[in-house]
């Protein structure tokens, strides 16, 4: 199982970004796919989680701002940031639950990370 993430750059304050993250290989279900950042010096943090279900949780620090979705058909998820900070910029990695096999446990992959950078 891979995950590739993309969307990532380099965005004034106020402006928007659009990350995406596709599970691709041998997967059997999803059962949940969550978007993580971590700052240079700090702690990877939770950021916003879809279930297959489609309830979602948000970080405190970005309600309102920023939007996770999904589409179950391709193994996709997709990270909606608006009215980004300075405070957002962050090496963001998405995450998946996932079994590969309808006998395997249920396993995290992580992506390779994508780096946004918010900055006058």
């Known amino acids: 199982v891979q995950l590739q993430a993309s969307g990532g750059g380099l965005v004034q304050p106020g402006g928007s970004l659009r990350l995406s993250c596709a599970a691709s290989?041998?997967?059997?279900?999803?059962?949940?796919m969550n978007w993580y950042r971590q700052a240079p010096g700090k702690q990877r943090e939770l950021v916003a989680a879809?279930?297959?279900?489609?309830?979602?949780n948000y970080a405190d620090s970005v309600k309102g701002r920023v939007t996770i979705s999904r589409d179950a058909a391709k193994n996709t998820v997709y990270l909606q940031m608006n009215s980004l900070k300075p405070e957002d910029t962050a090496v963001y990695f998405c995450?998946?639950?996932?079994?590969?096999?309808?006998?395997?446990?249920?396993?995290?992959?992580w992506g390779q990370g994508t780096q946004v950078t918010v900055s006058s």
């Open positions: 290989g041998r997967i059997f279900s999803i059962y949940a």
């Open positions: 879809i279930t297959s279900g489609g309830s979602t």
């Open positions: 995450n998946a639950d996932l079994k590969s096999t309808s006998w395997g446990r249920r396993t995290e992959y």
